[in-house]
């Protein structure tokens, strides 16, 4: 307690005249097609995507692109009989296993390729990062332009939430690029129509 | 003249022995301020942005003590135990404390220069905690038992064959092995293991923000987030200078962030923290450590905007050439030559020194840092404190190892000639050894060499 009085004081005694905030903290950015400058940027970040008409094509889809795989989980209701890995668990460290990892996920941000994800659709925090492969799905129609549009949208009032942009990756090694660090090795991004 | 004021001029001797090596550096770090420059001009509003970010870091630094009570307030709200550290002791203590409280001796760090700043990861190994790095840049320098050379890319300074050494040695990767993939691979397995065992994690703080009591973590590889949402109690540490009053402020600073430090429109993995998750303890620790004293130097306390993008080391012709560790502070490169003396002047007295003040770096900074202009003043303040007691000698002699290469000239002598023609009183001053030891002529439109070379083109 007393430190903290004590560096609020010497803050209040050094700090310099009040200013005020910008009048503007919000510019737009003029894309010709905001869902082709997502795809755009998302494929420059090692990203796939991929349209599908509604969560039953979803299902065929995702049979298609991880034929073979095991210790496949999702979020999506409709794909329940797609996976076979239950996030049912209650330790997070059991869902190590994961190969294959399909969730809903709440909008996408053109100008980088984020997407929006929280605790509204997560069983456990961890699982984006856990999980050896990603995919996201998002309605075809929740795109915004840029990082000012994301955050006006944001009412997330959940404990926690993360903007991802692409798998995981580093260039910690001579600046050479390896994509899966530590979270997923591949990502790919769903846009569902009726979604 | 005293041993500590030669350090930054002597382990750039050191580092400048091996030529094709210094060139390699150089290059390395030129290629990432090349991808910042094309990831900014894609950005029309670029400049304003940095213009808007500015200006919300000075309404922060004027409104620091209510945001942070705001923050503190909000993140309490939120279940979220407050700390408050006055210096890297206290903030060592703590941490170790909370660790001991639930019986734990293993942790997981993701990337925090703060805790490098405190020197954590010693305070607590001599205290029986075992730290181990997760990022991996940082893993790298940990198990060479060195520091970070780059605020963002901890083991620039070393090459693929230094990494495969080391992992044949710690983590039985074969012997020869240069491969970046399989390296990283070996990495990937080492520190999962290490996830799944350990029961705290402690990671940095890149904005806190003070309307909802969230902080927020930015990493690519997303260790950040595997340590924490795996952890029992996750600790978090701040200096209290990462605090900004609104959430949509993350709207500018995440644009401006990984476009500046590596020209990635923005990093894989953005973890907006407000509550802990069911069951586990979530800590934030607020330091000052030296931060209010910088805050009452009119001259310095504009450093305290800084939000760690590595840009100003990317772009500066003496840190490319002489490698972060010179440096010898958790900071480097030009920031961190304006940070460092407010700490000690005496230990830092070289850093303002070892820069040509050629003012690219202030021209980078993504929140509008007089960077350049403040390395010129603590020239003048550590002279006049008598921490610089042969002022042109030191000048000479801190830069002379780096200046004597001559593919730096090429670079100084380009950025040299915009300088004098745009802002010549920066230059031109007393306290600029370089400029008192040579008549500064005329700085001619093209040099000889540039002539040269084109007209052998043509
Ligand atoms: S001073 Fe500016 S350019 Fe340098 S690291 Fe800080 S924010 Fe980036």
Redesign the pocket.
């Given at each position: 307690m007393q430190t903290r009085e004590e560096m609020l004081r010497k803050i209040r005694l050094n700090k310099p005249e009040r200013t005020s905030l910008p009048a503007n903290i919000r510019f737009d950015s003029q894309y010709e097609d905001t869902e082709s400058k997502f795809v755009e940027t998302l494929t420059a970040i090692y990203t796939e995507v991929v349209i599908v008409k509604n969560w039953e094509e979803l299902a065929v889809k995702a049979g298609e692109l991880y034929e073979g795989v095991v210790n496949k989980a999702t979020t999506i209701p409709e794909l329940n009989n797609w996976a076979d890995f239950s996030l049912n668990v209650a330790d997070p460290h059991e869902l190590e296993m994961i190969e294959i990892l399909i969730l809903k996920a709440e909008f996408g941000v053109a100008e980088n390729g984020a997407v929006w994800i929280s605790d509204n659709y997560l069983p456990h925090r961890v699982l984006p990062f856990i999980t050896q492969n990603l995919a996201l799905a998002i309605p075809r129609s929740a795109i915004v332009n840029n990082m000012h549009d994301a955050y006006e949208r944001l009412t997330d009032t959940t404990g926690w939430g993360c903007f991802i942009a692409g798998p995981s990756k580093t260039a910690d090694i001579e600046q050479s690029l390896v994509v899966g660090a530590h979270g997923a090795r591949s990502m790919v991004i769903f846009l569902v129509e009726e979604a | 003249m005293s041993k500590t004021i030669m350090e930054h001029s002597e382990a750039s001797e050191v580092f400048n022995r091996d030529e094709p090596y210094v060139d390699w550096h150089d290059e390395t770090l030129w290629f990432v301020r090349q991808k910042r420059d094309k990831s900014s001009k894609l950005l029309p509003e670029w400049e304003e942005l940095r213009e808007t970010a500015s200006q919300i870091k000075n309404y922060v630094l004027s409104e620091l003590d209510e945001l942070l009570v705001q923050f503190e307030q909000k993140a309490k709200e939120n279940g979220v135990h407050v700390h408050w550290a006055a210096n890297a002791a206290e903030h060592n203590e703590i941490v170790l404390n909370l660790l001991k409280q639930h019986g734990i001796t293993a942790m997981v760090k993701s990337k925090s220069m703060l805790t490098e700043e405190c020197h954590m990861n010693e305070f607590l190994s001599k205290n029986g905690i075992d730290v181990i790095d997760t990022d991996l840049g940082e893993r790298i320098v940990q198990l060479r038992k060195e520091p970070p050379s780059h605020?963002v890319l901890p083991a620039i300074h070393l090459k693929k064959k230094d990494i495969g050494d080391l992992f044949h040695e710690h983590l039985g990767t074969e012997a020869g092995a240069t491969d970046p993939q399989y390296l990283a691979e070996a990495a990937r397995q080492h520190l999962r293991d290490k996830f799944m065992t350990r029961r705290a994690a402690l990671t940095g703080v890149n904005f806190a923000v003070a309307d909802t009591g969230a902080f927020v973590v930015a990493t690519n590889e997303g260790n950040a987030d595997m340590g924490a949402h795996l952890a029992d109690i996750h600790i978090a540490s701040m200096g209290f200078e990462k605090i900004i009053p609104k959430q949509e402020h993350l709207g500018v600073f995440l644009r401006l962030l990984a476009r500046?430090a590596t020209g990635q429109p923005v990093t894989a993995y953005n973890s907006h923290f407000k509550k802990p998750r069911e069951g586990q303890e979530m800590h934030i620790i607020i330091v000052d450590n030296g931060r209010t004293t910088q805050l009452g130097r009119a001259d310095f306390r504009n450093?305290l905007?800084?939000?760690?993008?590595?840009?100003?080391?990317n772009t500066c012709p003496v840190y490319r050439r002489s490698g972060g560790h010179s440096y010898h502070n958790a900071v480097a490169?030009?920031?961190g030559s304006i940070l460092a003396p407010n700490l000690d002047m005496t230990k830092y007295a070289d850093l303002p020194f070892a820069s040509t003040l050629c003012g690219s770096?202030s021209n980078?900074?993504?929140?509008k840092?007089d960077?350049h202009d403040q390395l010129y003043k603590w020239r003048q303040v550590l002279a006049k404190g008598g921490h610089v007691p042969q002022t042109k000698g030191i000048g000479i002699r801190a830069m002379s190892m780096v200046l004597s290469q001559p593919r730096f000239y090429q670079w100084s002598g380009r950025l040299g000639r915009s300088v004098m023609r745009t802002v010549p009183f920066m230059v031109n001053n007393s306290l600029n050894p370089w400029y008192k030891q040579r008549d500064m002529p005329e700085p001619p439109k093209e040099s000889f060499r540039d002539w040269y070379v084109r007209n052998r083109k043509e």
């Open positions: - | 605020i500046s450093s905007k800084c939000i760690r993008c590595g840009a100003c080391m490169g030009p920031i770096c980078v900074c993504p929140v840092i960077i």
